[in-house]
């Protein structure tokens, strides 16, 4: 019974875990529902409201709730199609408002991240299965409306659905998972190639996407600066088309948010403009800052009345402003990396490292604005209307001649400020230098320099062949003897007697070749040489017999008192203090010998005051004392009697 109560507890503890994991992983999933479920209820009751307070409606209740789930569809980038228009032919509705984008993506972010978040009583759920969970109940949302607005005024293509509703919903779980870890930047997951592990993870290219991501926010700025600007310079028509539109105030209400919705797109708009290709007006007609090609016919929208007519002037081309200062700000990021303020020259990058640094960010400069164009255009109609926005290649090409062609010149530039000598204030100006000398000192330098690398090389290459030609002439023997360890005298001799070394120790005591006298046991060398050790010479070579060379030059050494005497050490700061520019304060004086001690002052005698009298003893008084006490004698023990045993 013991065993198997005790068996009882790990298994109810395993299944209570694995219960609490059960419990997370649901609530993870009905976050992603939810999520999808609010984003719907938002748009459904809007266009409910304004088909309530809308004094001619089209249609029903129903068909508001069916242009709800359209519209939300439509708010992750899949492009509509109306089927009954006044062709007869359907027609597609693929620009999406890039601010309606924001709603599904920040709910579904905010799933995925409070889903991570830690609670007391509940199993922490892996960022892989919150991604997963949180993404599955979105999905099933979603698949449910798209079957919903199978049959109503606005539908969706099924395998375009099916294709792209994932993707928005995948890459926005995963960048709320992110957040809720601390958005660390590494290590990166090893599923990445290496490759690719290695150049995100240098320098070079997170300051690029630094970079590039603050131009691609400039570069829209800009834009939605131009598009304010032509948004008051066209007032009179923008208005005009708004009152067309909208007659009562529900319609003017959901005018007023659909135009609110477009202005990113706007933005993107007007950046394309500034960069030069422009945006298209149907087909056919292209507005560019050199003027309007074709012939635009545009719908009558608040925005669309903002657009440029006319031939190019001056002002038409003074937008040319917004990506030279684009560019400016790639190199600029850039160089907070590459050349920090008041770093030296050693840990600045090089110029060929800015300049690629520059243009990395360039790139990711353009591949977000290409991507951003390629989501702000798109077709309103069948015909004229099939094309709307500016062309995404073109875009991402000219953003990357103006972000690589200017800033990779203002990076150089910055950097060369930056590392500049700065002349020391109050220096002295130095003498103007001819452009003829300049270029003799150049050369002059240019020659010292390779004569010194020629010197260095021929003087490797003589240590080589000196090295190989000592080796050759002296063999293994000589290794040998150099390396067998000196010995005692009284065990040196017997080996020289019997002929075992080549002498009595002299030559492995003082180094010398010739220290050592020939011996019986020394072994010939080349020429009749008295042994190995008599044929080599240890001395440096053009040495005299004294192991001297007479070509170099004694050094001499400077006695330690001398140096640390004091008119060196005078001479040494004075120089010290020429160098420092008069920093220095003088060298101290010759310290002065200590005065003598002030005498002692007198003490006072010391006073003697007469012993205190001692009572005499007892035994001095002749009073008789008692006797000292005895130890008693030790009385053994009687036997105890023979009954008490």
Same mark, same amino acid.
């Given at each position: ?586 060298? +101290?004086? *010759?310290? @002065?010998? !200590? &005065? /003598?001690?002030?005498?002692?002052? =007198? #003490?006072? %005698? $010391?006073?003697?005051? +007469?012993? *205190?009298? @001692?009572? !005499? &003893? /007892?035994?001095?008084?002749?009073? =008789? #004392?008692? %006797? $000292?006490?005895?130890? +008693? ?6 036997? /105890? ?5």
């Amino acid at each position: 019974m013991t065993q198997l109560t005790d068996r009882g507890t790990p298994l109810s503890s395993a299944s209570a875990v694995d219960r609490g994991r059960a419990a997370a992983l649901t609530a993870s999933f009905l976050r992603g529902a939810i999520a999808a479920g609010l984003g719907l209820g938002m748009l459904a009751v809007l266009l409910t409201a304004m088909w309530i307070a809308s004094p001619y409606p089209d249609g029903g209740a129903g068909s508001a709730l069916h242009v709800a789930a359209g519209l939300w569809l439509l708010s992750h980038c899949f492009e509509l199609v109306r089927p009954e228009t006044l062709s007869g032919g359907p027609a597609p509705l693929g620009v999406v408002p890039l601010l309606l984008v924001a709603l599904p993506v920040w709910l579904i972010h905010r799933a995925a991240r409070d889903t991570l978040e830690p609670e007391e009583g509940r199993p922490q759920l892996t960022a892989l299965g919150a991604v997963a969970t949180v993404s599955c109940g979105y999905l099933l949302v979603g698949g449910v409306v798209v079957l919903y607005v199978a049959g109503g005024p606005l539908t969706v293509h099924p395998l375009r659905a099916l294709l792209g509703l994932p993707v928005v919903t995948l890459l926005a779980a995963t960048a709320g998972a992110w957040t809720a870890s601390g958005r660390p930047r590494g290590p990166l997951p090893m599923w990445l190639p290496g490759a690719v592990r290695t150049a995100l993870a240098r320098t070079r290219t997170r300051a690029a996407l630094r970079s590039g991501a603050a131009g691609a926010l400039l570069l829209a700025g800009g834009g939605a600066l131009l598009v304010g600007i032509s948004l008051g310079w066209h007032g009179g028509p923008a208005h005009a088309s708004f009152e067309q539109l909208a007659a009562d105030w529900s319609g003017r209400c959901g005018l007023l948010l659909l135009g609110v919705t477009l202005v990113p797109n706007a933005a993107i708009w007007g950046a394309a403009y500034a960069l030069g290709p422009g945006f298209v007006l149907g087909t056919g007609a292209t507005v560019t800052p050199f003027g309007v090609l074709g012939n635009p016919a545009p719908p009558s929208f608040p925005l669309l009345a903002a657009v440029p007519e006319g031939p190019a002037t001056a002002l038409n081309w003074a937008v040319a402003a917004v990506p030279a200062v684009a560019g400016a700000t790639v190199a600029w990021f850039t160089l907070r990396v590459a050349v920090p303020p008041f770093a030296v020259r050693e840990e600045a990058w090089s110029a060929r490292d800015t300049a690629l640094g520059t243009a990395l960010g360039g790139a990711v400069c353009a591949a977000l604005m290409a991507l951003l164009a390629a989501l702000a255009g798109g077709p309103l109609g069948n015909g004229r209307l099939a094309s709307f926005g500016p062309a995404w290649w073109l875009t991402g090409g000219a953003a990357l001649v103006w972000t690589v062609g200017l800033g990779v010149p203002v990076a150089l530039l910055l950097r060369a400020w930056r590392l500049r000598t700065r002349r020391v204030k109050g220096a002295p100006d130095a003498e103007p230098v001819s452009r003829a000398e300049r270029r003799a000192a150049r050369r002059a330098e240019k020659a010292e320099k390779s004569a010194g690398q020629e010197a260095k090389r021929a003087g490797k290459k003589a240590r080589k062949k000196a090295g190989k030609r000592a080796g050759r002439k002296a063999g293994t023997a000589v290794g040998a003897a150099v390396a067998e360890p000196a010995l005692p005298a009284w065990w040196r001799a017997p080996l020289w007697w019997l002929g075992l070394r080549s002498g009595p120790g002299e030559a492995m005591a003082t180094g010398r070749a010739d220290a050592v006298p020939p011996g019986p046991g020394s072994v010939p060398g080349a020429g009749g040489d008295p042994g190995v050790l008599d044929a080599v010479d240890l001395r440096p070579a053009g040495a005299d017999e004294g192991g001297v060379d007479p070509d170099e030059e004694p050094y001499d050494f400077l006695a330690a008192d001398a140096w640390h005497e004091r008119g060196a050490r005078e001479a040494r700061w004075a120089a010290f203090k020429e160098a420092s520019g008069d920093l220095l304060a003088d060298f +101290p004086a *010759v310290p @002065q010998p !200590p &005065e /003598p001690p002030y005498p002692a002052a =007198p #003490q006072p %005698p $010391e006073r003697h005051f +007469p012993a *205190v009298p @001692q009572p !005499p &003893e /007892p035994h001095d008084l002749g009073v =008789p #004392q008692p %006797p $000292e006490p005895q130890d +008693p004698v030790a009385v053994p023990p009687a036997d /105890p009697p023979s009954g008490a045993r």
